[in-house]
């Protein structure tokens, strides 16, 4: 269903070298799964979800779902199939409206209604209804300013709005990583619990590896922007995440002696 094929994307860094934040990346995904990417503090995960988004462009490399072709698509086009949810709760809902009207606006995005045709009692009572369905009294608090909720409150709609018309592709970029632990909780049942629901095809970025081996069925780990690791289903299930640290702990390992190889060259040369 998403299909990466050699994405590359190179940055200068601030001495003028170049830095590959993705290097080669081919990736495939069946609809329906839910991917778990962890991996090292500029690993690349953030470049290969802004690339498949359409918020950053690659150098090299083609992204399609379903067998379309993504890659020369504006962000506002890809917007109407992909459904992110970035860390900060604050990003991806607007506090000067009202919950409804938030709501109201995820429903039509991409549709061309006004808010007010879009406001119909229907609309009204399904936004309700699924609030609701959240357990957490927000539908007592539907006319009330968004920017009056807390930040696990609002990333909790924030999940209900960039799953409301079904994303045939859901990004998730450390969702839950600025929230409480008990607010990080819910965001993540619920998560877990939309997509289950819906059957969504999810990239869930975390720092967690508690929460790595506990959601999705497949998990990679990304490093100097290509993926070293990749496992599934029975693979998955049996992951710890002691194990996981084990992994990064030898590619640290691996980099400290590639610098002082790379150190020793360069005093030999110099
Ligand atoms: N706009 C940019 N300009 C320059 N370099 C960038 C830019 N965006 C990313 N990079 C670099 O690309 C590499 C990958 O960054 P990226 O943000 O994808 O990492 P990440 O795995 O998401 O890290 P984190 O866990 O800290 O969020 C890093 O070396 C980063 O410094
Ligand atoms: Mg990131």
Not at 11 to 23: E, I, M, N, Q
Not at 66 to 74: E, F, N, S, W, Y
Not at 125 to 150: P, W, Y
Request: aromatic share 4%; charged share 25%; proline share 2%.
């Amino acid at each position: 269903m998403l299909e990466l094929t050699r994405l590359t994307k190179t940055y200068s860094d601030a001495g003028g070298d170049t830095v590959f934040a993705l290097k080669d990346v081919s990736l495939r995904c069946e609809r329906g799964s839910f991917v778990v990417i962890v991996g090292s503090n500029g690993s690349g995960k953030s470049t290969l979800l802004n690339v498949i988004a359409g918020s950053d462009t690659p150098d090299r490399g083609t992204i399609s779902i379903g067998g379309k072709t993504l890659t020369d698509l504006p962000e506002h086009r890809r917007a109407t199939i992909i459904g992110r949810v970035f860390q900060n709760p604050f990003q991806g809902t607007i506090g000067d409206m009202t919950v409804m009207e938030n709501l109201a606006l995820a429903s039509c995005c991409g549709r061309g209604f006004t808010l007010t045709q879009a406001l119909s009692r229907a609309l009204k009572n399904e936004i309700r209804e699924k609030v609701a369905a959240i357990g957490i009294g927000l539908e007592d608090r539907l006319e009330q300013s968004m920017s009056t909720l807390s930040g696990g409150q609002r990333q909790a709609l924030t999940m209900l709005m960039a799953t409301w018309r079904k994303p045939r592709l859901l990004l998730l970029d450390e969702h839950t990583a600025a929230l409480d632990p008990r607010s990080a909780d819910l965001v993540l049942n619920l998560t877990g619990r939309i997509v289950a629901e819906r059957g969504l095809t999810v990239l869930m970025v975390t720092h967690s590896m508690q929460h790595a081996v506990l959601f999705g069925q497949r998990l990679i780990m990304m490093h100097h922007g290509q993926i070293v690791y990749d496992i599934r289903d029975g693979e998955k299930r049996r992951a710890r995440p002691s194990e996981l640290i084990s992994r990064f702990e030898e590619l640290r390992r691996a980099d400290r002696v590639d610098e002082s190889v790379a150190g020793l060259l360069r005093d030999q040369y110099h």
